[in-house]
């Protein structure tokens, strides 16, 4: 074949020295494919419905790395109506000459070796978000089909492969006038638990990505469905600003107390760093970070610089301007963070992560660069914006007053726990197993299901804490309020958390939970779900990493029970139920019951065990953060103040009932 001077779209960023003599040559092979299918999980997280969404985005960031390295403009992503997917890019084109070590085309090492691409050679791309990932060969490996078809030197090139083994050689199969890649792959099923898209889950990682990486256009076409015009459902991202339009986003169901968005955008010891900044009237602070355009859930060395370089430029303005000088008492970082919605997104050519997820920088230079960028740029906004200033200062201020109450408040907690012995409020019916990792907790709602639950449960590993009523809305409230309510002060005493032990600040310490599993448990109605969202609110805002760590869950007890004489199934979806209906009638006399559970003080402790509490038969949604910026956003518009947007969002979301706002 001819020799192409062009580039491959395996992941990443900025090309740097010669970009054009992009070729086999560039193109280093690390290690083999063959552990790919025995141990998935290894590779992509899960091979449940992360895992599977986890394959799209790898192929879109081979997209979005020549998008970074200046060759590429837009992303079309297809779902299929066989539930396939296609990636498409006007980028280069993946290199189809022949590459000397591996005795085959660029394009199949790319697509049977793991670790295979441009990515790894320095003078091909700069910085790489894939190289977090697997690469598009994980894909391959994993797919019952993959199709990679490449537009370059005025041909069209295709290979077909199936479970990542090639189905032939590559061949030309006509000529073109556009360059760029397009990959089709099918998941296998016989890897995956399900093989279904979420259009949802793909729209908001795309989104992300456009904000990410600014000027890039990416679109997302579902062709299983149409609408009442005959229309594909179809989603399309765009950003001119990047993250400004992110921070704008986020933030649009709160009240901003400052006018502008402060935007950094700087080079500091190489590595490229951008962040948007904003202050509005919530008790939370809300920072998401990146790193090569991967949400780094755990933080690390570059969150660390943006903290370090705000709570000091923040506090040396503070000082000169006198506004502390009244103060009895000190200042920390957190009231420097409080109704802080902000985005850090840096680029480092060899990013290391450690932590549980891998999502923790641990770069040490990353710090200082940040910290560098945020202290200038923070510097001159807040010289050349006094008004804003003094707006945020004020803020900060008023965190630091409520701090102090909310630590007296907790230290009342923490005195009542030590003086009442066990220090477990009197509503918990605890388990007899002491090994925490055995151990679940269902938080029930109201007195009446409570105590059915008592009664159905495992007394050995399961205990139950009753929850009255709605909980406290943490949205909204102080943080002295959250921690005088009654109901939270319980669930903090039943799981044996504490909180505030670092420093004063509102870190969470895991180490003495006592349950593993804190299951939420509420009626399959409007009410049900609406103190499942206040609780989960809650465990988000103060106990994220109880999420992080894998503990929380959302009990699913059934919506009905269809009887015809001695025959009964229990059913969790309208599906299930027609099924039942039909299944339970057919061809038989008699009329076929159905009743609609609203409250789980309808069943009693028999069938609340069967349906809900056995570990054989239930089912538990267990809750995970895929985008703490996406949730991030969700709860501040369905807890917070603006009806419209949470009322638009409840009608499209819900399956069942009247929506009462």
């Not at 990636?87 to 290199?95: M, Y």
């Not at 923790?360 to 804003?388: C, F, H, I, T, W």
């Not at 670092?502 to 009626?523: F, Q």
Request: some cysteine.
């Amino acid at each position: 074949m001819d020799n192409l001077n062009e580039e491959v779209n395996v992941n990443n960023t900025k090309a740097v020295g010669n970009s054009n003599e992009y070729s086999a040559d560039s193109i280093q092979v690390l290690e083999g494919l063959e552990a790919v299918r025995k141990r998935p999980a290894m590779y992509i997280g899960d091979t449940n419905i992360k895992g599977l969404h986890h394959l799209v985005y790898e192929v879109v960031d081979n997209s979005i790395d020549e998008a970074l390295a200046g060759h590429c403009k837009v992303i079309d992503a297809f779902i299929n109506e066989d539930g396939s997917i296609t990636v498409s890019d006007d980028g280069r084109g993946i290199p189809v000459d022949y590459h000397e070590k591996e005795k085959k085309s660029a394009l199949e090492v790319v697509l049977t070796v793991l670790h295979a691409g441009g990515k790894f050679d320095k003078d091909s791309y700069k910085v790489s978000g894939g190289l977090h990932g697997v690469g598009v060969s994980c894909v391959n490996a994993l797919s019952s089909y993959l199709k990679a078809e490449v537009y370059r030197n005025g041909k069209k090139y295709q290979q077909e492969f199936s479970i990542g083994k090639p189905l032939g050689n590559v061949t030309v199969v006509g000529d073109t006038d556009r360059t760029g890649t397009t990959i089709t792959f099918k998941p296998d099923a016989s890897i995956f638990t399900t093989v279904e898209y979420n259009f949802e889950i793909l729209e908001s990682r795309l989104r992300e990505l456009a904000y990410l990486n600014k000027k890039i256009r990416l679109t997302l076409t579902d062709k299983r469905e149409k609408d009442e015009n005959d229309n594909f459902r179809f989603a399309e991202f765009y950003s001119e600003e990047g993250l400004k339009e992110f921070v704008a986003f986020l933030d649009e169901n709160r009240e901003k107390i400052t006018e502008n968005i402060i935007n950094v955008e700087a080079e500091k010891a190489g590595v490229p760093v951008e962040i948007a900044l904003q202050y509005n009237n919530s008790y939370s602070e809300n920072v998401h970070s990146y790193v090569n355009n991967i949400n780094t859930i755990e933080g690390g060395t570059h969150l660390s610089g943006f903290r370090r370089g705000l709570t000091r430029t923040l506090k040396a303005y503070a000082e000169k301007s006198g506004m502390l000088a009244k103060l009895k008492f000190e200042i920390s970082g957190d009231d420097f963070r409080e109704g802080l919605t902000a985005v850090i997104s840096v680029k480092v050519q060899e990013p290391q992560f450690e932590g549980q997820t891998k999502t923790k920088l641990g770069n040490n230079d990353v710090m200082g660069a940040v910290d560098q960028a945020v202290s200038e740029a923070l510097g001159n906004y807040l010289e050349e914006n006094p008004r804003d200033a003094r707006i945020i200062v004020q803020k900060v201020i008023l965190a630091a007053t409520a701090r102090l109450a909310a630590r007296k408040a907790r230290e009342l907690v923490q005195r009542k726990s030590v003086l009442s012995g066990s220090g477990l409020p009197g509503k918990l019916a605890d388990c007899a197993e002491r090994d925490a990792s055995l151990c679940e907790i269902y938080l029930v709602e109201g007195d009446s299901a409570g105590g059915t639950a008592k009664q159905g449960r495992d007394r050995k590993f399961q205990a139950i804490m009753p929850l009255r009523g709605k909980i406290l809305n943490v949205e909204k409230a102080m943080n002295h309020k959250i921690f005088e309510n009654e109901e939270i002060k319980n669930i903090f005493q039943a799981l044996g958390v504490s909180i505030g032990t670092i420093d004063d600040s509102m870190a969470l310490n895991l180490e003495k939970l006592r349950y593993h599993k804190v299951i939420i448990m509420t009626d399959a109605d409007i009410d049900g779900s609406h103190i499942t969202t206040l609780i989960m609110t809650f465990f988000f805002r103060h106990m994220q990493d109880l999420i992080a760590n894998g503990h929380l869950y959302v009990a699913t007890p059934p919506l009905y029970l269809i009887k015809r004489g001695q025959q009964e199934r229990y059913c969790w979806t309208e599906d299930d139920r027609q099924r039942a209906v039909e299944d339970l009638g057919k061809g038989k006399e008699g009329s076929v019951h159905i009743q609609r559970y609203k409250g789980l003080g309808e069943m009693n402790a028999e069938q609340l065990w069967e349906t809900t509490m056995n570990p054989e038969k239930r089912t538990l949604r267990q809750i995970t953060i895929d985008s703490a910026a996406e949730a991030d956003r969700i709860f501040s518009m369905l807890m917070g103040d603006d009806v419209p947007p949470r009322r638009e969002f409840i009608e499209k979301h819900a399956k069942y009932a009247k929506i009462d706002v």
